[in-house]
């Protein structure tokens, strides 16, 4: 049977809606730099890989259902709302083509996985803001927000794993 690995570090280990997993997530995966450098739809801060920003931190895995990468893919894609381009993948012996598809294709080989997969987003912060991302940038953007999309994003920074320790969430809780 092919075993692949969907990698999680924010709200799709607690809100994975439709995606089709076995359960449960575990704090099992791969270290990648991850922060929160992204501005969502919504205008909450979410968590991105950022090779530039990102902290190198421990992710969670959990069993796709699916059992090819195109399928895990589709899925992945699906539930984060985004096209199929931004949903990495590799499998045990591949390359990736970014920093990111090495690391998990060596975490693959090493502990058993055929393949992976992953939302890989690009940081939408300085298109968003007029200025590139940093802690004191995110810091002021989230100060600027209305009080409801203020609550919503501060939620999402309080909801993910304590795993999940990047600069801002950091910077954040010192504010607290």
């Known amino acids: 049977m092919i075993r692949i690995a969907i990698i999680g570090w924010g709200s799709l280990i607690w809100s994975p809606r439709e995606l ?5 997530w575990t704090p099992n995966g791969p270290i ?23 902290e190198m931190i421990p992710t969670w895995s959990a069993i796709a259902r699916q059992t090819n990468l195109d399928g895990a893919r589709k899925d992945l894609a699906a539930r984060e709302g985004c096209p199929l381009d931004r949903i990495g993948w590799t499998e045990r012996h591949g390359i990736g ?5 090495g690391v998990v294709a060596d975490w693959c080989a090493t502990t058993g996985w055929d393949g992976a997969v992953w939302t890989q987003l690009p940081s939408t912060f300085e298109e968003r803001t007029g200025e590139p991302f940093s802690v004191a940038a995110a810091l002021s953007y989230l100060d600027g927000l209305s009080a409801d999309t203020q609550e919503r994003a ?5 909801k993910v794993p304590a795993t999940t320790d990047t600069p801002l969430r950091r910077a954040w809780a010192a504010r607290s």
């Open 20 to 24: 089709s997993y076995h359960g449960p």
């Open 32 to 54: 990648l730099p991850i922060e929160f450098s992204r501005i969502a739809s919504d205008g909450r801060l979410t968590l991105i890989i950022d090779e530039n920003h990102g």
């Open 97 to 101: 083509d970014n920093m990111t598809g």
């Open 154 to 158: 501060i939620e999402y920074i309080e």
